[in-house]
């Protein structure tokens, strides 16, 4: 199914010695860092906030600052000749640091770009989708560490603590982002689509041109194509209870699992346990039970590692979970992503009363789908909604949260502010707490949990 006979990857046949990364926070550039530190280079980088991967990153040897400026970058990476340089497009036109190195002959790529030079030397699994992308790549990243792959991941896998898996240098698993038509540049083998749905208008301007690239994108797939059933692509196809290539069937949940059966085109699997919630997530299981068949991974050992896999920080991550309150942590940040949280929550806990807090990201995503959003949110018993994050754009006059709350209708939705958001949660009668976004909501969520514990520790 595979060679086995592949040129050593771009990350150990490079001929630069120190690797610059501007934005090297960022999740996506941040396990290309982790893999350059891992394969002996020297790395360095900025970003605009200490987090906790950078916090990991300097432990494995990376020298990071956060303040934009020539005079930071050490002395080490000044020399052209040995220094290539990563940017991530989420960097300004107008970055300092970025503009030195484009005008004095460095060699500076784009992360797409370094990732597509890793997929041309090795066998690349590929996942690609509007949604589900990295829960998928993370689970077939954990099934084919059992291949000795290596993995690029968009989220933190619990199983590992990292956004890399690291494996030897001939299988790569990596997410195929459509973001700025990244995934256009990567040489997939085996390749999957989860979805399809509109998104990233403001650089696509409409989703006939997202379609077009993703079939551009499924034009490059060397070995075979995976799709989910339903998507106008050719491929074998995948559902849960109807029928694909690919089916799940018999689903039940059985103390806070699911349990299914799985047809392949030649087989079957019986009752594999699995601990994410939501039919979606049986959907990214089967996604990536389906590359690793292909592939060539053992059915057996598909199961074992499907029984295993703790799932993706910010996915339907639990922070709270006691017989009294629960709080959830997602990253979802589009209205289909918010209609499968809504739709786990009610199968988990059909008999509560639920609140979502929700940041909206990026003030075009909320004008193109406010419409959207605001059915999805209403869906919720309570909201919450906070500012929108406005990531790398300016305001758009007239798109704001005030504008989105006023078309949610469910009877109990107020705005909130960060500085409120603790006291406001506590002032609600809602067992299940759910926090939603892509922007800083994903660092408050600690703070809201640990204070949120504290609380239930005195009412004890």
Not at 104 to 119: D, H, P, Q
């Amino acid at each position: 199914m595979h060679n086995s006979e592949q040129v050593l990857p771009f990350g150990k046949d490079l001929g630069w010695a120190y690797i610059y990364f501007v934005g090297i926070g960022g999740i996506g550039m941040s396990a290309i860092a982790r893999y350059f530190a891992s394969n002996g280079k020297s790395v360095a980088g900025y970003d605009k906030t200490a987090t906790q991967i950078t916090l990991d990153l300097e432990d494995l040897g990376a020298e990071i600052h956060f303040e934009d400026a020539v005079k930071n970058i050490p002395i080490s990476f000044l020399d052209s000749k040995k220094t290539l340089v990563v940017y991530t497009p989420a960097v300004s036109k107008n970055h300092a640091e970025l503009s030195y190195f484009l005008d004095n002959g460095f060699t500076v790529l784009k992360r797409a770009e370094i990732l597509g030079k890793i997929t041309e030397t090795t066998f690349c699994l590929a996942v690609a989708g509007t949604h589900g992308k990295t829960t998928t790549s993370a689970i077939l990243g954990h099934i084919m560490n059992t291949a000795n792959a290596t993995s690029f991941l968009g989220g933190i896998a619990e199983n590992y603590n990292s956004n890399l898996i690291l494996g030897d240098d001939k299988v790569s698993v990596v997410e195929a982002d459509e973001f700025d038509r990244s995934f256009l540049k990567l040489s997939p083998n085996i390749a999957c689509v989860t979805s399809m749905d509109a998104d990233h208008l403001d650089i696509y301007g409409d989703s006939e041109a997202l379609n077009e690239s993703f079939v551009e994108f499924t034009n490059k797939v060397e070995n075979t194509l995976i799709v989910a059933k339903g998507l106008p692509l050719e491929g074998l196809t995948y559902a849960v209870n109807e029928a694909a290539d690919y089916v799940a069937f018999n689903l039940k949940i059985e103390s806070g699992k699911y349990i299914f059966d799985v047809k392949t085109p030649s087989s079957e699997i019986k009752n594999i346990e699995f601990h994410l919630p939501g039919q979606h997530n049986v959907m990214n299981a089967l996604a990536a039970i389906a590359m690793a068949d292909v592939y060539g991974i053992s059915l057996s050992v598909i199961k074992e590692r499907l029984s295993t896999f703790k799932g993706v920080k910010r996915r339907f991550s639990y922070k709270i979970k006691t017989n009294d309150f629960v709080l959830i942590d997602d990253y979802a940040h589009h209205p289909t992503a918010i209609n499968a949280v809504e739709s786990s929550v009610r199968e988990m806990y059909p008999n509560e009363k639920v609140l979502v807090v929700f940041q909206p990201h990026l003030f075009s995503r909320t004008k193109d789908f406010i419409e959207d959003f605001a059915s999805a949110l209403s869906k919720f018993d309570e909201v919450l909604l906070l500012d929108i994050y406005p990531a790398r754009e300016e305001p758009i006059a007239g798109v704001d949260s005030e504008w989105l709350l006023n078309k949610v209708v469910c009877k109990n939705k107020k705005l909130t502010k960060k500085n409120n958001l603790i006291k406001d949660i506590k002032n609600s009668s809602a067992k299940v707490v759910v926090m939603l976004g892509a922007g800083d909501i994903g660092m408050m969520v600690d703070e809201v949990s640990n204070e949120l514990l504290k609380a239930i520790g005195n009412e004890v």
